[in-house]
């Protein structure tokens, strides 16, 4: 039975990586940006191994978002109470969305940037 830290970690991995893939980043072009290898880096995609706050910086400005937003997918900071979806949230389901191809979560994402201003 998985425990609360291990899913953590999946949860992080998996949204780190539906973030590279919204931002269409191959796995060593974000090690590149980040000067974290790319074997590290997929072992944090997979849940494997629990990056450190610098990585996870490096990470999060090597993808455009926030580090505090990673931050609390590790339960490192509190939850915020604010219900309203972010664009990254609104981004991350598009890209963990199985139903959609790869081509239609790019159109998609494409489209939502268009609509609200692509900061």
């Known amino acids: 039975m998985p425990d609360q830290h ?4 999946s949860d992080l991995g998996k949204y780190i990586r539906a973030q ?3 931002a269409r980043l191959s796995l060593r072009h974000l090690a590149r940006v980040t000067n974290v290898s790319d074997s590290y880096l997929s072992q944090v995609e997979r849940g494997l191994y629990r990056p450190s706050a ?4 490096s990470i999060a400005a090597g993808l455009g978002i926030s580090a505090d937003d990673l931050f609390r997918r590790l339960g490192w900071l509190d939850q915020d109470g604010d219900e309203t979806p972010t664009e990254t949230s609104v981004l991350a389901a598009i890209a963990a969305d199985d139903r959609l191809s790869p081509a239609q979560k790019s159109a998609l994402a494409q489209t939502y940037k268009a609509m609200v201003g692509d900061s």
């Open 54 to 57: 610098e990585v996870l910086k």
């Open 20 to 22: 590279r893939e919204v």
């Open 6 to 9: 291990s899913e953590a970690l």
